[in-house]
């Protein structure tokens, strides 16, 4: 059992021995000056984990080895710069990180980190030489991308060798970019009838290589300016991601990052990002912001370069998540370019103007779907996230926005009620708690449960039901947390028809701490210390069954057109495994009872004959096999023909879907008076087009009129 967490009084004889350490290697080129403050954090941080996490896990010689290679890999991901002897001679460490920790020492952490600026200084003398001549990109040659098929490098002429090529593809990477640049820009001047003035190969080869060059002097120059404060936060979330991939550390100015990107105070384009290894990846987009509106920038993308406007792109690989935000942050109105590598392996330049996130587009909304044949109104609902006051005096609440919808809607004589969850991350617990009991009489909906404690059961207490009829929740692999509970619960109340792919799977809850709140009265500081957010509970379903990792299957699949991608919660390290505890007491519900197999029946008939189902489950075969396929070419027409095919596939899977005729959409969306008739009018006409475009929601229509039959 683990014990309440309280600061050892040892944390004095501990910093004492850590500034006497430290004094002792002043005169190295990277040595961390604030040991003091690494110390307290460090010690402050296994205590965490050892008394406060929700696993049952402990610091110990296991988390020790995981925290060495972990470590390893967030310094040199790519296996860029390491050779097989600093790993070697670093491997004394491997089992004593967990004791460094405790004792203040942090020995391991400063050697790895001299090691690697070694071999940083090595590998920028060599770079200039890189490209000193034009790359030959008619010769059959081929780079491996993937460093988990890579080992180290067993000497200097193995690591040049290496370099030479990763020149070459980054350069062959950027001219492909311009050439595609060049040839759409004639397109629009024959279009436009102007004429067009080419630049030659080799004169966009040449500003290539220069280009190239000057971003790998950025990306050392600020590789060498990363801050104590972050270099430290590399090696202590590097411990902490034993413990699952949402325990972590913030240093001061990266939680009010953080506290940014989860209220979406600043204007922007309305990306949730976070650091994966060297890269910028896009975890979530911002419903209502100027990336949501503009549409191309997805979870899961990496951001490779950053451009303002007209300027020259700035590359982000290795670059801290506080100067990738400082670049991609900026004024409404101003125009920002992100260069993005997709989850397929496409690399695409994306345009975003910033702007502020447009309130009315992160509330729930309504329309209106009639079809002509039938006879049917259907009404959909679209809940972006479980947003809520969360005990402010103004502001809107999901759960009640939810109920005013389906008010309206069953005021409209709607025959049934679709519930679009997908892309939902989730939000406020208690909101999906009310929402789920506007759909049934009172009961429970979810259950939480401390480490070694007995689950406390959450329900609904209020008899009144907003709508008692037909109902289907929509979701996808990017439906999580509070989504994953009102899908879970409706489903185990047979409440709802649940159709799509399963869910992400988190199932755990997080809080923030601040760490300073911990420090012993005989310890001081020199600086805010931070915070971590850290696992304290796990959620259940009322059947028992937890949704962590295996989160929520549905009653009916869809073809998932994000299925080549990783992106469920299994695809993390370490995340707690799915359990199981009692199931809560709760009745079914008893009314509008549907035959599931036989809905699934008609679904898969249809499904297996639609062109666009059938697409996408042929591209995510194509897409699966693409991105397991990491050794590349370095012909430069083999690179272009590959852009081609990507950009001629989006094309013809785009005109694969006919929108069914007999049905129209009406959006009952409220606009904001100060839009004005032309911007309200567009804005609905969009939505409109955008549901009437839907081929998911086109099925899940169908199973809603089998559902009626």
């Known amino acids: 059992m683990k014990r309440k967490y309280i600061v050892p009084f040892t944390l004095l004889i501990l910093l004492i021995g850590a500034w006497t350490y430290a004094s002792q290697h002043q005169q190295s080129r990277y040595r961390v000056k604030a040991l003091a403050d690494e110390a307290i954090i460090s010690e402050i941080m296994v205590n965490l984990l050892n008394n406060d996490h929700y696993s049952s896990k402990t610091v110990n010689d296991e988390v020790s080895e995981f925290t060495f290679n972990k470590y390893l890999e967030n310094l040199d991901y790519n296996k860029q710069y390491f050779l097989q002897e600093d790993i070697d001679a670093l491997e004394k460490y491997k089992y004593s990180i967990d004791d460094e920790l405790k004792n203040g020492k942090l020995e391991f952490y400063f050697e790895a980190v001299e090691l690697l600026y070694k071999r940083l200084d090595e590998v920028e003398e060599l770079t200039p030489g890189l490209f000193d001549k034009a790359f030959d990109f008619t010769v059959s040659e081929s780079f491996e991308t993937d460093p988990d098929k890579r080992s180290y490098f067993k000497n200097k ?18 001219l492909a970019n311009k050439i595609d640049k060049q040839q759409k820009d004639e397109e629009k001047a024959e279009k436009r009838g102007e004429a067009f003035e080419a630049e030659s190969e080799e004169d966009m080869e040449s500003k290539s290589r220069e280009q190239i060059l000057e971003n790998l002097e950025t990306r050392y120059k600020r590789r060498k300016e990363i801050d104590d404060e972050d270099q430290f936060a590399v090696f202590i979330n590097s411990l902490n991601a034993a413990f699952g991939p949402h325990t972590e550390y913030f240093p001061p100015q990266e939680r009010e990052n953080f506290e940014m990107r989860m209220t979406g105070r600043l204007e922007g384009i309305g990306a949730q990002l976070m650091k994966e290894n060297e890269y910028i990846k896009v975890v979530s987009i911002v419903p209502g912001s100027a990336s949501w509106r503009q549409g191309d920038l997805k979870e899961n993308d990496l951001i490779l370069k950053v451009g303002q406007a007209d300027q020259e792109p700035v590359d982000i690989v290795d670059a801290t998540m506080k100067d990738a935000i400082s670049l991609i942050r900026g004024p409404k109105g101003t125009e920002v370019r992100l260069t993005v590598q997709k989850p397929t392996g496409e690399i695409k330049e994306i345009s975003i103007i910033r702007d502020v996130v447009v309130q009315e587009e992160t509330y729930a909304k309504s329309a209106l779907i009639t079809n002509s044949k039938t006879k049917h109104k259907i009404g959909y609902i679209y809940l972006p996230s479980f947003y809520s006051t969360f005990g402010a005096k103004e502001g809107r609440e999901s759960a009640e926005d939810i109920r005013k919808e389906a ?17 939902n991350g989730g939000g406020s617990l208690q909101d999906a708690v009310d929402m789920a009991g ?11 449960k401390n480490e070694n404690r007995p689950a406390r059961v959450y329900g609904d207490r209020n008899a009144e039901v907003a709508y008692d009829g037909p109902l289907i929740i929509m979701v996808n692999n990017f439906s999580a ?93 370490n995340p707690l495994p799915w359990d199981s505890i009692s199931p809560a007491v709760y009745n079914k519900w008893t009314e509008n009872h549907y035959n599931i197999a036989k809905l699934r029946k008609n679904s ?6 639609s062109a666009v189902f059938n697409e996408v489950v042929t591209r995510n075969a194509e897409y699966k096999k693409e991105r397991d396929e990491t050794q590349v070419s370095l012909k430069l027409e083999d690179e272009l023909a590959e852009r081609k095919k990507f950009e001629d596939n989006n094309k013809e899977f785009k005109n694969l879907f006919t929108p069914d005729e007999t049905l129209s959409f009406v959006s009952l969306q409220e606009y904001m008076p100060e839009d004005g008739e032309d911007v309200i009018k567009e804005k609905k006409e969009r939505w409109e087009k955008q549901l009437k475009e839907d081929f998911y929601l086109a099925e899940v229509l169908l199973i809603m009129e089998d559902m009626l039959h």
């Open 438 to 448: 506007h759909f049934f009489e009172r009961g429970p909906v979810v259950q939480v």
């Open 157 to 174: 002429e193995e690591r040049l060798k290496y370099w030479q090529q990763y020149a070459k593809y980054m350069v062959m990477s950027r």
């Open 481 to 573: 947390s509070a989504s994953e509970i009102l899908a879970a619960a409706l489903k185990d109340y047979d409440r709802a028809v649940v159709v799509g792919s399963h869910t992400f799977g988190k199932g755990t809850v997080q809080t923030m701490l601040d760490l300073n709140q911990f420090v012993s009265e005989n310890a001081i500081p020199t600086r805010p210390l931070g915070s971590v957010k850290i696992t304290i509970q796990q959620f259940y379903r009322i059947n028992g069954a937890s949704t962590q990792l295996k989160g929520v299957h549905p009653h009916i699949y869809l073809p998932n057109e994000y299925g080549y991608m990783e992106s469920s919660i299994k695809s993390y390290e």
């Open 604 to 609: 898969e008939k249809r499904v297996s004959k």
């Open 407 to 423: 008010l309206r809607l069953k005021a409209e004589n709607v025959s049934g009620i679709i519930l679009d969850l997908r892309n």
